[in-house]
């Protein structure tokens, strides 16, 4: 290494280090304060909490408070229906998802709408199950649970080409 | 500024359809040939007084507005489910009503799932855990007193131009419908790697999930290698605290990639091994290609350009000379080159680009233009730094499934008629 470079990477190395000098004000965070939303679950089922829920149930609940919006049976919308594909929606969240996990973690942060984390941890397993059963992914008798959700195998699972391993920042 | 008696011919021409040699235009304007400007004006009996020239003005105020004649300049509110589900809402920046590079504050792009929360900032806290050595939480008082560091960065959906995407004809409407869901900020805020530094990530921490605090809580899993480079905690915008529209009190700016991963309300960064595969980024900001398979993790935005004056709904005042003006940007650096066709892509010329030209930053770029009055058709295309060009309309689409109108980045053709009107086409 020449002495230029040398002293280029000195001079980086100074950068980063002046970077990282902050007044360290943070605080300690302790676990009891992390609020279930500031995770997420993962595909292989961390995070996933005790409770279950079965298609049947989940039915009503869908019905009550899901069919407003994502239509009567699931599958007619207008809000990108979880059930299909159809022309109303080419994605639909029970068979075009890769991992049956992130339905639970989606519904019981963020639906229904106007009253995200309303619904019990049954609750949101009972509507994963119902939209899974609806795409014919899960059968009517199987109870979606932390043990069952992430043994469910999605259709679309391998049929995704990640960009960032393939090839970085670089605009498809 | 049109001069309709212009003599054609006498111009010096850099391609077809009018499209004019800088240089001709400026040494034209300096020699005072350019008829209809020195010409003697009707002389008045008396010159006129305005009434504002004969009052004394309004007083100061605490907080300044556009004036009362530009109030319809607006954003383009659309709203896809609004009888349903109106938090999901959207507004487009009105490009053909701006000049230069910086959107204003109030006429920056909205994209929200779940509405526009209210938020108060002294309960607000950004909270920094997972595989770090110390989970830590920063409220917004102790991150004012962070080094800080500015930066001039577009933010774009990459749901933008999603009607020119997928719908079979050409919707006629401006910029703002169109293109609205991009604008440019001057962004100032602590930058990501000294708040990661005091937190000590761990060596297994390869990926960060991002949550805000709005509604929905909306969550998107980032490489560690773009928030250690340049991703910003960002606490103002445009030198003023961030708007509520944009995350107040702060968001995550990660500079070129899509919108949707540039968390607003930020709340949350949880340092993983790998990525959690969340709603976003499972299904909506998926794409599907041509062969039905589909890419995921596609995060920057892809060199693009467009024309905003002049461009759809808007009305030439007759022929003449004018000043084609556009914008152009790309997320993987800076704009390189723009070039500006006159004659629906038969020839091109290589537009002015205004400068300094910033990286992942809208940049202006202009064209002299001798407009004879026969229809023709404009269009831009834009090169980056790294060679990306953008591509025609047909050669973006035949790569991806009919449905898909994420990352669209086709050239826009704007038809100008015989009659001065201005429509939006596919060429």
Redesign the interface.
């Known amino acids: 290494m020449s002495i230029f470079k040398l002293t280029a990477a000195a001079l980086l190395l100074g950068t980063a280090a002046a970077?990282?000098?902050?007044?360290?004000?943070?605080?300690?965070?302790?676990?009891a304060?992390?609020p279930f939303?500031?995770?997420?679950?993962?595909?292989d089922g961390t995070g996933l909490p005790a409770g279950s829920g079965t298609a049947a149930q989940g039915s009503e609940i869908y019905a009550a408070k899901c069919a407003?919006?994502h239509g009567a049976t699931g599958s007619e919308g207008?809000?990108?229906p979880p059930v299909g594909p159809n022309d109303v929606w080419?994605?639909?969240?029970g068979s075009?998802?890769?991992?049956a996990?992130?339905l639970f973690?989606?519904i019981r942060?963020?639906?229904p709408?106007?009253a995200?984390?309303s619904l019990s941890d049954d609750e949101a397993y009972a509507l994963a199950a119902f939209i899974l059963e609806r795409n014919g992914v899960i059968d009517a008798e199987t109870a979606m649970t932390a043990e069952t959700l992430p043994q469910v195998q999605m259709p679309?699972h391998g049929?995704?080409?990640?960009?960032?391993?393939k090839q970085g920042?670089?605009?498809? | 500024m049109t001069r309709s008696d212009i003599d054609g011919a006498a111009l010096d021409y850099a391609a077809g359809g009018g499209l004019l040699n800088r240089r001709m235009l400026l040494a034209s304007a300096a020699a005072g040939t350019a008829a209809g400007l020195l010409q003697p004006r009707v002389a008045r009996a008396e010159a006129e007084i305005p009434e504002w020239s004969k009052t004394a003005g309004a007083r100061a105020r605490g907080y300044g507005m556009p004036a009362a004649a530009e109030s319809a300049v607006q954003r383009a509110i659309i709203e896809?489910?609004q009888d349903?589900?109106p938090?999901?809402s959207l507004s487009g920046t009105p490009h053909h009503r701006l000049r230069g590079t910086i959107t204003p504050n109030g006429l920056h792009y909205e994209v929200h799932?779940?509405g526009r929360p209210d938020i108060d900032p002294a309960r607000h806290h950004l909270?920094?855990?997972?595989l770090v050595e110390?989970?830590?939480?920063?409220?917004l008082e102790?991150?004012e007193?962070?080094?800080m560091v500015t930066a001039a960065h577009f933010l774009e959906c990459a749901g933008n131009s999603l009607f020119n995407a997928v719908m079979p004809e050409p919707m006629q409407a401006g910029c703002d419908m169109l293109h609205g869901l991009v604008s440019n900020t001057e962004w100032t805020g602590?930058?990501m790697?000294?708040?990661m530094?005091?937190?000590g990530v761990k060596p297994e921490g390869k990926w960060v999930?991002a949550?805000g605090a709005d509604?929905?809580?909306?969550?998107r899993s980032i490489?560690m290698e773009?928030i250690m480079s340049d991703g910003m905690l960002a606490l103002y915008q445009n030198g003023e605290r961030i708007r509520p529209e944009q995350g107040y009190p702060m968001r995550l700016l990660l500079p070129?990639?899509e919108g949707n991963m540039n968390i607003k309300w930020l709340?949350?960064l949880?340092v993983?091994e790998?990525p959690?595969?969340?709603?976003d980024e499972?299904?909506?900001y998926?794409?599907?290609?041509a062969d039905?398979?589909?890419?995921?993790?596609?995060?920057?935005?892809?060199?693009k350009s467009f024309i905003t004056h002049p461009s759809a709904t808007m009305t030439m005042s007759g022929p003449g000379v004018y000043e084609i003006s556009g914008l152009a940007w790309?997320?993987?650096g800076k704009v390189a080159k723009v070039e500006v066709s006159a004659d629906g892509g038969e020839s091109w010329a290589e537009a002015a680009l205004a400068g300094p030209v910033l990286p992942q930053a809208l940049t202006r770029f202009s064209q002299a233009w001798h407009w004879d009055g026969s229809p023709l058709v404009l269009m831009s295309r834009a090169t980056d730094e790294?060679g990306?060009v953008q591509p025609a309309r047909a050669d973006w689409k035949a790569r991806y499934?009919a449905?898909n109108f994420l990352?669209y980045n086709a050239i826009q053709p704007w038809q100008v008629t015989a009659e001065g009107a201005v429509h939006n086409v596919y060429l």
């Open positions: 970077h990282a000098e902050g007044p360290g004000l943070g605080q300690p965070l302790d676990a304060e992390i939303y500031a995770t997420y679950v993962k595909p407003a919006c207008p809000v990108m080419p994605k639909p969240a075009y998802w890769p991992y996990t992130t973690d989606y942060r963020a639906m709408l106007e995200p984390k679309n049929n995704f080409t990640d960009v960032w391993a920042a670089k605009p498809w | 896809p489910w349903v589900a938090a999901f799932h779940g909270m920094i855990h997972g110390r989970p830590l939480q920063f409220g102790a991150l007193r962070y080094p602590v930058p790697a000294v708040l530094e005091e937190a999930v949550a509604g929905p809580s909306l969550a490489p773009k070129g990639w709340t949350s949880w993983t790998a959690v595969h969340t709603k499972s299904g909506e998926t794409e599907i290609l039905g398979s589909s890419l995921q993790f596609t995060f920057a935005m892809g060199v790309s997320g993987a790294t990306a499934h449905s990352h």
